[in-house]
């Protein structure tokens, strides 16, 4: 039952009232009748039973059509619990009717149902006579909101955004409640919330659904040790990778205060047991609604702790180089305001967050927003989604796909399968993130084909440092994001095994397609050979790019690990010059190589180098394409 509406019966059954003549309240002039279904109304409020209370209501009313109170109250529940906004001015306007001064809060009530039913001015004229008015804290804050979002939604209608969303079918929605959707980044799982009912009560489970070739599989719950039907666990995060699961849970064992934040590692046969994200990210308030970005190293999410600027509060938390979790920091005022700022989604790009507010000038409930990185690191003021994307009704939880082209939230339309559904659509370009894509891959053993589990770095080649760390799943694959705007090295290791090595620039790229790659690891015996495509030089020199250090360090690491090891460093060009000079050129690129591997401690009696010019192409020399393959670095076992 709506808090507000008890509050405000609780008052006129108190009899804190005294009306004009002609107008009848509970208190004073209802008759037995109409006294007994404004009664029996108040006990269907008090039980959730919102519809049967407003038929009580209009009867109370028809019974006697100048009771005030029913009227009021009337309205107050076709706008905030029936969503029946075109009502609730009517009966609004009635009490209004009847006695302007009835209660210092009408004009508030009237300005918001007018808001609602998108009557702009009506609403503006109705909460400027509030000016005054001896209102609560609360509601006189709420009139300048209210004044702030009419300015901008007269603006918002008249530039409308592509919207036309798509109810996600049966295999997702129900009759019940499905929310706060989160999706892989190659959009084949979906993990979501859905209310159960088990007796009496309701709880909240999470369930996932994949993508078939037309529509959503039947919804499967994510059984334990994920939902458990003692605790209420949803509003979750699933990584882009689909490896790692965030989700909330409320008196879960081992919390730290009500609502907590949890966190599973996938493996090959499902999710491992929940950890919860510790103490410098939970707290004895309400800790909720995680997000974590594409690197895993940044966590989002909405609290009430303390230090915050309101309600709830977007606050992040970033996985350290000792792989904790740092204290929790808010992310301030021009996001945050005195009201909620709720169900954060950072996008897979690391720039652009969305999240839910209704402290922001909008459409009066809580509305979209999104916020983009500014070059200095910090967040960008928010922009409405605008309409109709954002309206009078609930959306719940936005995001947004990998590639920017289709948002999935929750929302309780006309088309639906009952209350909230689950919903995609086409993203409008006002609000989409920058370009996104990523690498599927399997790996396996070169010779036997056998799936390996193994370990996979992403690193940034610019800095060196490393973007995401993931393992493979029992079929060895897996699946890894990466954001435009940068070079990536992506190297892919196992022990007893040499390293395989990837890269992929995405600088300039603005759309393209998925990259999907097999990665067949070659174990460790005399005789096998290994590019080294992460070994950059200088246009037609000898010298090592900076962003060559990374794969060298990962060669040193070999060694190192395997002492008896010997190796050799070939060095190989295309056709075009002299072979003369491409001898030389390619043994000096092999002893750069070589030199460096000294300066890590690999001795000279493990490893030599060789120039073999254009002697040993691997792909044809009359494409540009063919002679940047035969440009390269080899690394070759000698001797185990």
Known sequence: MNYLLRLIIVFLLCGFYVGQAQVVTYEKGANKKSRELFEQADKAIAFGNSKEAAELLKQATASQSNFIDAWFILGVMQMDNLKDYTAAVASLEKVNTLDPNYKPELCFQLGR??????????????????????LSLHDSRQVDMFLKSADYAVVAIQHPRKFQPKNLGAGVNTATDELMPTITADERYLYFTRLDRSGYMLEENIYVSSDSASSWSMAQMVEAPISLYSYNDGATCISPSGKYLFFTSCERPGGYGNCDIWFASKNETGFEKPRNMGGRINTPGKDIQPSISADARTLFFASNKRGGYGGLDIWYSVLQDDYTWSEAKNLGPLINTEYDEERPFIHPDDQTLYFSSDGHPGFGASDFFVSRKLPNGEWGRPENLGFPINGPGDEIGIVVSADGSTAY???????????????????DESFKPNYVTYVKGKVFDAETNASIKANVQLFDLETGKIYTTLSTDAKGEFMVTLPSGKDFAVEVMKEGYLFHSLNFSLKDVKQGKPFYVNVPLQKLKAGQVIVLNNVFYESNQFTLKSNSKTELDLVADLLTKNPTLKVEVGGHTDNTGLDASNKTLSENRAKSVVDYLHSKGITDNRISFK?????????????????AQNRRTELKIIEI
């Open 113 to 134: 149902a007018y808001f609602y039913n998108q009557q702009y001015d009506k609403s503006k004229a109705a909460l400027n006579l509030c000016k005054g008015k001896p």
């Open 409 to 427: 939230f929750a929302s309780e339309r006309n088309d639906g399968f009952g209350r909230m559904d689950i919903y995609s659509f086409e993203t």
């Open 611 to 627: 120039g073999y010019a254009s002697s040993k192409p691997v792909a044809d020399n009359h494409t540009e394409q063919g002679k």
